[in-house]
């Protein structure tokens, strides 16, 4: 029974990694197109009032980035291997798309993308400027992890607070999707629903959705929408647990094979994000 709501738990979050980068790449496709067809209907970037693609798909990928390296972190012997695996998943496949991008002509937008948007001048070519951010997030992951566990309930009120203050903060600056110090938070989140919501019902899913509804159309002034961040990511994150729960239960061939794209997409997701600007733009 255990080892069959893990596989359950697992192919939830292939399905959420898949769609988180999936509205990101859809984000960037119409991002070029709005700079070439202008005021095109046929480019989207937003839904409703607050429905910002790029901004649920960022909010999605961190959440599930914490909740997955606790998998990855428990699997692990010791920090040793932990960092190793960590280096081996990230390095190579970044480096080989760095050498070929540059090969063909030095495509510009990275690793140290997360740099250069606060003003210091890298050599950005191929990535999301949010890989170099959750790289330093993994980098402290096994200390939030260990606070979680040990702490559950000071560290939970600690992060909510900190993150209220924190959006209070930066909300001036146009950084709170971009921002680390804040993001942290929402890593941390992703982190207490691997531990606490394993299993979410369809029926919660169906509330959760609804609630994402009243969120995107419903206008709000904007130092509210400043704490939707995290809020809309955490919903999406229901969804597709509560989806992923239904699906896994499904076995025929149609929904076998839906799984098996889903999977590819969430197994390659990396890649895609290091290579997509470039194909776009080319």
Same mark, same amino acid.
């Given at each position: 029974q255990k080892t069959k709501e893990s596989k359950k738990r697992y192919f939830s979050y292939?399905?959420?990694?898949?769609?988180?980068?999936?509205?990101?790449?859809?984000?960037?496709?119409?991002?070029?197109?709005?700079?070439?067809?202008?005021?095109?209907?046929?480019?989207?970037?937003?839904?409703?009032?607050?429905?910002?693609?790029?901004?649920?798909?960022?909010?999605?990928?961190? &959440?599930?980035?914490?909740?997955?390296?606790?998998?990855?972190?428990?699997?692990?012997?010791?920090?040793?291997?932990?960092?190793?695996?960590?280096?081996?998943?990230?390095?190579?496949?970044?480096?080989?798309?760095?050498?070929?991008?540059?090969?063909?002509?030095?495509?510009?937008?990275?690793?140290?993308?997360?740099?250069?948007?606060?003003?210091?001048?890298?050599?950005?070519?191929?990535?999301?400027?949010?890989?170099?951010?959750? &790289?330093?997030?993994?980098?402290?992951?096994?200390?939030?992890?260990?606070?979680?566990?040990?702490?559950?309930?000071?560290?939970?009120?600690?992060?909510?607070?900190?993150?209220?203050?924190?959006?209070?903060?930066?909300?001036?600056?146009?950084?709170?999707?971009?921002?680390?110090?804040?993001?942290?938070?929402?890593?941390?989140?992703?982190?207490?629903?691997?531990?606490?919501?394993?299993n979410v019902s369809l029926r919660t899913g169906v509330a959760a959705a609804g609630v994402?509804?009243?969120?995107?159309?419903?206008?709000?002034?904007?130092?509210?929408?400043?704490?939707?961040?995290?809020?809309?990511?955490?919903?999406?994150?229901?969804?597709?647990?509560?989806?992923?729960?239904?699906?896994?239960?499904?076995?025929?061939?149609?929904?076998?094979?839906?799984k098996k794209l889903i999977g590819v997409l969430s197994k390659y997701s990396y890649e895609?994000?290091?290579?997509?600007?470039?194909?776009?733009?080319?």
């Amino acid at each position: 029974q255990k080892t069959k709501e893990s596989k359950k738990r697992y192919f939830s979050y292939d399905l959420m990694r898949a769609a988180a980068m999936l509205l990101i790449v859809f984000y960037h496709m119409n991002c070029e197109w709005s700079a070439r067809l202008m005021e095109s209907p046929l480019v989207v970037t937003k839904i409703g009032a607050q429905g910002y693609l790029g901004w649920q798909g960022v909010s999605l990928f961190i &959440l599930v980035s914490g909740a997955a390296q606790c998998i990855s972190y428990e699997r692990c012997s010791d920090l040793k291997t932990y960092y190793k695996k960590r280096w081996w998943s990230i390095f190579p496949s970044f480096y080989m798309a760095y050498f070929v991008c540059y090969l063909m002509g030095g495509f510009g937008g990275g690793l140290d993308g997360y740099a250069s948007l606060f003003g210091i001048q890298s050599h950005y070519l191929v990535g999301e400027w949010f890989i170099g951010m959750i &790289l330093v997030l993994y980098i402290v992951f096994p200390v939030l992890y260990a606070l979680v566990k040990r702490y559950p309930k000071p560290t939970l009120i600690a992060a909510i607070l900190y993150y209220l203050v924190m959006v209070q903060l930066l909300g001036n600056t146009g950084r709170v999707d971009k921002d680390i110090l804040l993001n942290i938070v929402v890593f941390i989140a992703g982190i207490y629903l691997y531990r606490y919501v394993k299993n979410v019902s369809l029926r919660t899913g169906v509330a959760a959705a609804g609630v994402l509804c009243l969120v995107v159309f419903i206008p709000l002034p904007e130092r509210v929408t400043w704490y939707l961040f995290a809020v809309e990511g955490i919903l999406w994150y229901l969804i597709f647990m509560a989806a992923g729960n239904a699906l896994d239960r499904i076995k025929n061939f149609p929904c076998v094979i839906l799984k098996k794209l889903i999977g590819v997409l969430s197994k390659y997701s990396y890649e895609i994000f290091l290579l997509h600007h470039v194909l776009i733009t080319v």
